[in-house]
């Protein structure tokens, strides 16, 4: 087994099959961090949208709510295929890295809407009453009084979130999209083994979702007073 | 738009498709049910374990939970035969999804055992309680209240996790879906029945856990 994978890795690690990878990353990522990006801010958005001392039209709350409660229930794989097919129907043609980033969007961002969710619903009301008094309008408490509060409940599985969203984008090389799943898979049917192929991007996911990791728990270093960390 | 839905090619498979939705079931059953084992075994390993054994244990849930299930599998299925392992789809699917959830398992349950303070034991132990009763009325109590309802929430995402299983031909919702596409070609309306067989499913599996774990235990879990 480690025979094979030494005899191999001279002709696996060549500078073309290394720039393929590279590519293969970038699609990887573009798709994470546009996805992810987008889901953070309509996830904020839901969640704000659901929030009932924020918006008073109930129609609006429970449109909020059915989205949610629709998108988190799809497998990421049935929600691509659907994306993928919904375009076809109305004649658009969009690059499969758009239709893998347009499902990412759609599940990251009822996920982190129920992360948000759970943070502002944490703090206690209160603390809405009291910024009401001094005068604060929703949106301000929400931002100067809310969130504040909030940030210890929302981190710890926003990390998680961002980290699952993604490995979900190794989904997308069955909508022909060329990011890392799809490389190694091209890689092995060129004739690698699957050991060298597969463990390769097994290695480059890690490192990726490692760092992402990390930066969250900077970014909890840096908003989550020492005595609140879990 | 110039697109006419054919629902009625669609609906007459929905028996079809809700067979397969029993096999996402049954796969992210054994595949819980095995993570269940790994996770405990890794746990207490974590808690009581010699140092390079708890090495090892931090090795494999960092790796697993850090890398996509769809990887995983892709490696096990493709990579075992050259280590002479041959295993069917089904297989390969079941001993990727159980070794991924073993990895999730392992945290939910070590965080579990935490939850247990000694002075509880302390406490039990002034009040003259046998080491039986112990576990019986302290620890399996507090137990199941720390952790039915992070378990029950990783099992729902297990079965969504499941319709990767239709990438390596097991036929599981997702599968019968593709094959049905493959027959009449209404992508459309294949997948968003697909879609909400799968909310259906998920709703059913939350409220039936939610449920299970009022009259049981008596715990009030927000499950997914």
Not at chain 1, 80 to 107: D, E, K, M, P
Request: with cysteine; charged share 10%; hydrophobic share 55%.
């Amino acid at each position: 087994m480690f025979a094979t994978l030494i005899a191999e890795a001279p002709r696996f690690f060549t500078y073309w099959n290394m720039v393929f990878l590279a590519t293969a990353v970038g699609n990887t990522l573009v798709m994470a961090f546009a996805g992810c990006g987008l889901g953070l801010l309509f996830g904020l958005g839901l969640a704000v949208t659901r929030a009932e001392r924020i918006v008073h039209v109930a129609p609006l709350r429970w449109l909020a709510i059915l989205f949610v409660e629709v998108f988190r229930r799809i497998p990421v794989l049935v929600l691509l295929l659907f994306v993928f097919f919904t375009f076809q129907l109305l004649g658009f043609s969009l690059h499969a890295l758009a239709v893998g980033t347009i499902a990412i969007v759609l599940r990251a961002s009822s996920l982190f809407a129920e992360n948000f969710r759970a943070g502002i619903e944490s703090v206690h009301p209160n603390q809405w009453d009291a910024a009401e008094v001094m005068n604060l309008s929703p949106l301000q408490t929400l931002r100067l009084t809310v969130l504040p509060q909030a940030w210890p409940v929302i981190l710890p599985p926003m990390t998680i979130g961002l980290v699952g969203m993604i490995k979900a984008t190794s989904l997308a090389s069955q909508i022909s999209v060329l990011e890392l799943t799809f490389a190694a898979r091209q890689l092995n049917q060129r004739g690698f083994s699957a050991l060298i192929a597969f463990g390769t991007i097994l290695v480059i996911y890690f490192v990726i979702s490692w760092g992402v990791a990390r930066l969250g728990a900077s970014v909890e270093r840096r908003l989550v007073p020492q005595h609140r960390r879990a | 738009m110039n697109y006419t839905f054919q629902w009625g090619q669609v609906t007459g498979h929905i028996p079809y498709l809700a067979g397969g939705a029993m096999i996402a079931l049954q796969l992210a059953f054994f595949g819980f049910a095995i993570g269940m084992v790994v996770g405990a075994l890794c746990a207490a390993t974590k808690a009581y374990g010699p140092k390079a054994a708890r090495r090892l244990v931090d090795a494999y849930v960092s790796f697993f939970t850090n890398t996509p299930l769809l990887v995983q599998i892709f490696f096990l299925y493709y990579g075992l035969p050259d280590a002479g392992i041959f295993l069917d789809s089904y297989q390969a699917v079941l001993v990727g999804i159980s070794l991924n959830a073993g990895a999730y398992l392992t945290e939910i349950q070590r965080a579990g055992f935490m939850s247990v303070r000694r002075t509880e034991l302390d406490a039990a132990a002034t009040l003259g309680f046998s080491r039986l009763q112990m576990i019986r009325y302290v620890v399996v109590p507090h137990l199941l209240k720390t952790l039915y309802a992070p378990l029950a929430n990783h099992y729902i995402v297990m079965v969504l996790g499941t319709s990767i299983a239709a990438i390596f031909g097991v036929e599981e919702l997702t599968g019968r879906a593709l094959n049905v596409n493959a027959i009449n070609f209404r992508s459309f309306e294949i997948f968003s029945i697909a879609a909400g067989m799968y909310i259906t499913l998920t709703i059913a599996a939350s409220a039936s856990l939610y449920w299970f774990g009022l009259y049981a235990f008596r715990i009030k879990a927000k499950v997914f």
